[in-house]
């Protein structure tokens, strides 16, 4: 980092400027603070979307086996396993 503050005044100045921020009261904890928010903001989005591609996966299971697909070719299609078939089809009503 030495090496790129005295190649470039403009990083020397952006260092400084963190440097004074962070000795500031409060400015690390606050930094911390929002840091957290973007990572728990983050995690949300990946767990609603992962969340989101697993239902669809099971609502595709559903059509697959009132068409009545074999379990195997389900799996294969929804990559549930076969005992997660099994059970969609169990809560299935007759």
Known sequence: ????????????QLRRGE??????PGNLASY????????????????????????GRVETARNLLQMGLE???????TQLSLD???TIKARMPD
Do not use: H, P
């Not at 980092?1 to 020397?12: F, H, K, N, T």
């Open 84 to 86: 997660e078939i099994k």
């Open 1 to 12: 980092m030495e090496r790129l503050v005295e190649q470039d005044a403009g990083i020397g």
């Open 32 to 55: 911390r603070m929002r840091e957290r928010a973007e990572t728990d903001y983050r995690n949300a989005f990946k767990y609603a979307t992962a969340k989101g591609r697993a239902e």
């Open 71 to 77: 379990l195997d070719k389900i799996s294969q299609a």
């Open 19 to 24: 440097q004074s921020f962070f000795r500031m």
